[in-house]
């Protein structure tokens, strides 16, 4: 199952709003499935977790770094080459999408390249449009 960046976010930070549910929807769904992200996760989990939010103060750069990698640690990363371009190449096709939504489509392309269809996220309708090509899954 590939997990989306807010899951990655409530699920570590100490105060984040539904943070038992985003810990409770990894444990479980890594008992049954390896648990996947990609670079572009983990690039957007740091910008996160260093910009303050109302309910957590902002991690030092030094102190995301080292947050991303004891995540990644439990979690095959999905490589964003040629195959993920394709894909989002093919997705522009057939989707219509633009501005931030590349984003999206980019986690999607993701998935598709690397053969994984589910996704965990908190923000299940930015996925409504990919429907046709993966499954959405709230924590």
């Not at 499935?33 to 303050?52: D, G, K, N, Y």
């Not at 965990?120 to 709230?138: E, H």
Request: hydrophobic share 50%; aromatic share 8%; proline share 4%.
């Amino acid at each position: 199952m590939f997990v989306d960046t807010n899951v990655l976010v409530y699920a570590t930070a100490i105060g984040a709003p539904m943070r038992e549910r985003a810990r409770n929807a990894l444990v479980k769904a890594a008992a049954n499935e390896p648990l996947r992200l990609s670079r572009q996760v983990m690039r957007e989990f740091l910008a996160v977790i260093t910009r303050p939010q109302t309910w957590v103060h902002a991690r030092t750069v030094a102190d995301a770094a080292s947050a991303v990698a004891v995540v990644a640690q439990d979690f095959e990363i999905l490589e964003d080459g040629p195959a993920v371009w394709d894909a989002l190449l093919d997705l522009c096709r057939k989707v219509d999408f633009g501005g931030k939504q590349v984003h999206d489509a980019n986690i999607v392309a993701t998935m598709l390249a690397h053969g994984e269809t589910r996704l965990l996220t908190f923000n299940g309708v930015d996925f409504t449009r990919f429907s046709a090509f993966i499954d959405v899954q709230s924590p």
